[in-house]
Structure formats: structure tokens, C-alpha cells
């Protein structure tokens, strides 16, 4: 069937909200198991009744209109969140550099979406999941200039014959994701003889959970920048424009000037900093729309005056029963680093501890950094194989030695000597804060850190 007008196809894609794809699928598909696809197969087949294709050419070619059927969840804290990222459109590596934005594959195939949204719940059969809503999106301005930028990187990338060396991490909005049954799944280069793994268009998994937060849950997102400013600089600029007046302040002069309570200790101090310094005061850091779809999340470094931090870099508790039943491909550990943009906030002391216990802290700069996709490969895979070594084949060995009055634990995790970027040891001074591990022993909760001089050598860069 062709629909006629936009009004006509969005009448018909609202009345599948509330159905089953068990009560929409006409044909069967569903029956197929093995079928990644079939939920959007389903939508396109026996609702929409038009045959499945792969063509470079939006689904509703007349009306410029790409369907895509994509799954939200609810998280163990009540919050929605997308399941997934959501994979637009192969990258034709040979083609996609002859073109300018405008008349890219990305862009003649995806500036405008129908998204129908439906929660996908562990417990129960694909027939049984819900579409719950349908829209009609088209990128805001501001999104669209990000997209634009994030579109050159990747093309320009190609142009440098380095489409072998591709990562999510390179882009904030619009990712290059790895699209195909293994790493065999590759293409051929124009300016290499490289092959280079197969890779599609893609919206990061946190550009889609904006959405789900501001279509599904009605929440209200903050801008920090705006369409104007980004035609004439790249997001990065922007932030750090906002930042560099700083540079050289103690973290109390900021504070001043700001009106913000200095409490030293406070853990608040510092995103309260940031969220001023960026033009939204008070705004949480969840809660400004550009950090919320880029995954944007701050780490504070404080350096030494010979540039390296006293404390290595702290991240989650660690769920060992999850760590040890998923494959590397859809660890935890492994998607917490390729989908999340750290802003890192730096500050460096002047003095040593000894020289004056009241040393002022000062603000040395910031640095928008995602963990290059080599050191997850190599560093980060090392400590999930020898997490699940030690775990699966009972190599852990957990002792209590006397250290003076206290009796301490100790175990064989990897230490800070590991591989010189991450190791695990506890976080916080509470020995009484045990687990139980998949192997029965219990331990004391457990974190994942990457090593202060690993840190020190990211932000090695900045200066006063």
C-alpha cells in the first residue's frame, strides 16, 4: 500500500500502539526465532503491508520516511532507558566519500524517522512485546549540526584510508557501528588495501534514550549550546570556550564567582562547578540534553604538583555473575567504555600535602575523552579474561592476613601492576560490605579502577 500523505501513514502507525506483534504479524515471521530482525519485519510486512528491503532509499520513498522499530527498557532503578543503539544504514565505504551531506546515504535515507517504540520485557515472548508509541522525528536543528560534524569525522576518516581504524567512540551523536556476524564481516577501502570491518550508520544507544526520556516520560532536557553557535564550531570547541576563562582559578574563586557554597568536601561542589560554568546553574549534569545523548559523564582528576593523581580513577561496584555468563562482544565492562564520553575536569595542586596541609586546588582545564578502542581490546579484554579465569576455574584466592590491629583481606585480583592501565581492589574503607561470588567464596565488594599514571597520561596535554 502507498500512503499518500504523512498525516495518512502517521493515522495508521498510531493505531498500532497498544498491539502485540503476535496480533499485528500476518505472515508467520515471528515463528522464526533466529530472526533478529523480525520485529521490524513484522511492522513493515503485516501492518504497513509493503515487502521487506534493503534498499538505500527511505521505506515510504514518496514521503522521505524511514521506518524503524526499536525497543526501550526499564532499568532496576525505575528509569527508561533505549535498549540499543539504533543501526541505520550500511556504510559503503567506496561510495559514501564521493558525496557531501546532503546527498549522502545517511542523509537521503534517515532525515526523517518513524519510530515505533515498544518495551521489550526479559520475562516474556517476542509475540507478547507492545508497541507503545509511534512518532514522526526529524532531527532538531542543533542535533542536526552535531550529526553533520559527527558524519565529516567518519568521512574524513575513510578519506585518510583509515576506515580500519573506525570507533563509536570517534563521533558524539551518529556512531560507525560495527555491523556484521564477526570480524570477517569487512569491506574493501578506497585509499587502503586494508580491509576494513563492516560498519553502519548508527544513533548512539544514549541519543535514543533521550529520546525515550523525552517522548515517552515527558522529561524536559536542558541546552547548554544551540544551532547557531554549532555552524561555526565543533561541539568540543564549544566546551571548552566555556571552560578556558577558568583556567588558573582555584576552585573556590570559581565558586565565588558563581554565588556557589564552597564546601571543599562536598561531592557536589563540582558538578554544581561545571553545570554554572557551562550557562545552566543548578541544571544536574543528567538533565543537559547534549550530555544525556552523548553519554556525556564528568570524572574529576586531581593532580599532584608533579602531574599525576594521588588515587587512581574509581568506577562501578562490579557484578561478578553478570561478568562471568556474557561474552566479551556484550560485556558490561566492554560497552561502558566504547558508549560513554568522559568529560574530564582537572584540577592540579601547586604544593605538596606536606609543604601546606590548607593547599589551594586550581583548575588546570578539561578534556572530552572516550577510551580508544585499542586499549579496550587489549588492556580492558586482560582484566575480564583474568576476572573470569580466576572466578571460573577457582584460582581466586582470598586470605585475611594481620596487618598492625586490623585484619585485612587480600585476594589474587589484578593489581595496579597488571597491565599498567586497570586493575580491581575495593572502594571505600568498608570491609564489611561482602558479595557473594558465582564460585560461593565471599569477598568484599569489588570495583574496577584504571591506574593514576594511565590517567596522568591522558590529561598529560593540559597546562596553565
Known amino acids: 500500500m502507498i500512503y499518500q500523505t504523512t498525516d495518512e501513514l502517521m493515522e495508521k502507525a498510531i493505531e498500532a500502539e497498544g498491539k502485540t ?47 524503524k522499530v526499536t525497543p526501550f527498557k526499564r532499568n532496576k532503578n525505575g528509569q527508561l532507558s533505549a535498549k540499543e543503539r539504533l543501526v541505520l544504514n550500511i556504510i559503503n565505504y567506496m561510495d559514501e566519500v564521493q558525496h557531501e551531506f546532503e546527498t549522502s546515504s545517511f542523509w537521503v535515507k534517515n532525515q526523517k524517522l518513524l519510530l515505533m517504540f515498544y518495551e521489550w520485557l526479559p520475562e516474556i515472548e517476542r509475540k507478547d512485546y507492545k508497541i507503545y508509541k509511534s512518532i514522526l522525528y526529524t532531527f532538531p536543528e542543533a542535533d542536526l549540526e552535531i550529526i553533520r560534524q559527527d558524519w565529516e569525522n567518519i568521512v574524513s576518516k575513510i578519506r ?31 585509499y587502503s588495501d586494508i580491509k576494513a570491518m563492516q560498519r ?103 593532580l599532584e604538583p608533579n602531574g599525576k593523581p594521588k588515587e587512581s580513577m574509581s568506577f562501578e561496584n562490579i557484578d561478578f555473575e553478570k561478568w562471568t555468563t556474557e561474552s566479551w562482544e556484550e560485556s558490561y565492562l566492554r560497552n561502558r567504555f566504547y558508549d560513554t564520553k568522559f568529560l574530564l575536569v582537572v ?53 585475611y592476613v594481620q596487618r598492625g590491629k586490623k585484619i585485612v583481606e587480600t585476594n589474587n585480583f589484578p593489581k595496579s601492576n597488571f597491565n599498567g592501565v586497570t586493575h580491581i581492589r575495593p572502594k571505600g574503607a568498608n ?12 569477598i568484599t565488594k569489588q570495583c574496577y579502577w584504571l591506574n593514576s599514571s594511565y590517567v596522568a597520561s591522558i590529561v598529560r596535554d593540559l597546562s596553565f
Open 200 to 302: 553502519a550508520f548508527s544513533l548512539k544507544q544514549s541519543y535514543m534514550t533521550a529520546l525515550v526520556r523525552k517522548y515517552i516520560k515527558n522529561e524536559a532536557l536542558v541546552n547548554f549550546t544551540n544551532a547557531e553557535e554549532l555552524k561555526r564550531k565543533t561541539f568540543n570547541d564549544l566546551l571548552l570556550e566555556k571552560f578556558r576563562p577558568y583556567i588558573g582559578m582555584t576552585d573556590k574563586q570559581i565558586a565565588d564567582i558563581h554565588d556557589i557554597p564552597y564546601n571543599k568536601s562536598s561531592k557536589s561542589l563540582v558538578p554544581t562547578i561545571i553545570s554554572a560554568l557551562l550557562g545552566i546553574k543548578g541544571t544536574k549534569l543528567d538533565q543537559i540534553e547534549e550530555f544525556s545523548k552523548a553519554n556525556i559523564q564528568f570524572k574529576t582528576v586531581r
Open 160 to 190: 585518510q584510508g583509515k576506515a580500519h581504524e573506525l570507533s563509536e567512540g570517534d563521533t558524539v551523536y551518529l556512531g560507525a557501528a560495527s555491523k556484521g556476524s564477526n570480524k570477517n564481516s569487512v569491506r574493501e577501502q578506497p
Open 21 to 67: 506483534f503476535g496480533e499485528i504479524d500476518k505472515h508467520g515471521r515471528l515463528l522464526n526465532v533466529k530472526s533478529k530482525g523480525g520485529l521490524g519485519q513484522v511492522v513493515e510486512e503485516s501492518f504497513f503491508g509493503y515487502s521487506v528491503n534493503s534498499e538505500a532509499r527511505p521505506d515510504f520513498e514518496n514521503l522521505g520516511i524511514e521506518l
Open 347 to 399: 584540577f592540579q595542586y601547586k604544593e605538596t600535602e606536606s609543604q601546606n596541609k590548607n593547599r589551594k586546588l586550581y583548575f588546570k582545564g578539561i578534556k572530552l575523552w572516550n577510551m580508544p578502542e585499542k586499549i579496550i581490546e587489549k588492556e580492558m579484554k586482560e582484566l575480564w579474561d583474568e576476572v573470569n579465569y580466576l572466578i571460573k576455574e577457582n584460582k581466586l584466592q582470598i586470605e
Open 431 to 442: 570491609g564489611q560490605d561482602k558479595i557473594l561470588l558465582p564460585n560461593n567464596q565471599l
